[in-house]
């Protein structure tokens, strides 16, 4: 990076190989460089804008790379605020497997929130070896939106149920190749019936889109419903596929 260069991106490490095909840093070889004082003949100020793959944890860590060159009044983070979605919201236990932030209503049919990928996210540990992320993020984070508008804004006017949520189907369409940098998600009430709280229905679509291109969209259909109703069904059959197995693996065996 030299005196001329006023902005940069710097990404995760995970996307190591996006960030050498578009001339982007990655978390660990812009720290070195720091670390190594080839920033010190800066005149700055230089924004460094984070795409993914960089967190609170990660941002911390390239602060203090920063700090300690003296580098503060040359070198400004430029990083979103926007808050990961909360547990109880996504039904994930993991942060690192949160895909959203920033969770918003813009109307009384449509929600936005940011796409956000840590650099261990359990889509991403196995594999990331091109220059776009796999559609497979993009499905699952348009399932995370869903489900958190339907826990933040739909299930929580009754805060005493804590409702199972049944998909019915999920349809997806790709349009783009989607990129470690910020993309927004935009969900769509396409129809809802709230009329009974022990079972309420939706369909929605959610748009994955990035540098003004959408990405992806994802119809989805579910229902939710109250504690007590499925238990039952979802037991007996369990009891069945258990029995269904055994009874082939038994037929299929060599003694």
Do not use: C
Not at 149 to 161: D, L, S
Not at 192 to 207: F, N, Q, Y
Request: aromatic share 6%; no cysteine.
């Amino acid at each position: 990076m030299s005196s001329a260069v006023t902005s940069r991106l710097v990404v995760g490490d995970r996307f190591r190989d996006f960030a050498e095909a578009v001339g982007a840093e990655t978390l660990s070889g812009l720290t070195r460089s720091l670390d190594a004082g080839d920033l010190d003949t800066l005149q700055g100020p230089v924004h460094v804008v984070t795409g993914q793959g960089i967190g609170e944890f990660e941002l911390s860590y390239l602060r203090d790379a920063i700090t300690r060159r003296q580098l503060d009044d040359r070198v400004v983070l430029v990083h979103s605020t926007a808050l990961p979605a909360r547990r109880q919201e996504l039904h994930k236990a993991r942060e690192d497997n949160v895909l959203i932030a920033g969770l918003t209503q813009a109307d009384d049919r449509t929600y936005e929130a940011q796409l956000r990928l840590h650099d261990h996210n359990e889509l991403l540990v196995d594999v990331q070896d091109r220059v776009h992320v796999q559609g497979m993020v993009a499905i699952e984070a348009a399932r995370q939106m869903f489900l958190a508008v339907i826990e933040h804004y739909f299930t929580a006017r009754w805060p005493q149920q804590r409702y199972y949520i049944v998909l019915n189907s999920m349809n997806t369409t790709f349009s783009n190749f989607l990129f470690p940098v910020g993309a927004t998600l935009r969900l769509t009430v396409d129809e809802a019936d709230l009329s009974e709280p022990s079972r309420l229905t939706v369909r929605t679509t959610v748009e994955l889109e990035q540098a003004g291109r959408a990405a992806a969209a994802v119809t989805i259909d579910a229902a939710a419903f109250a504690p007590g109703l499925l238990e039952e069904k979802e037991l007996r059959r369990a009891k069945g596929a258990v029995a269904s197995a055994v009874d082939t693996a038994l037929a299929t065996a060599t003694v």
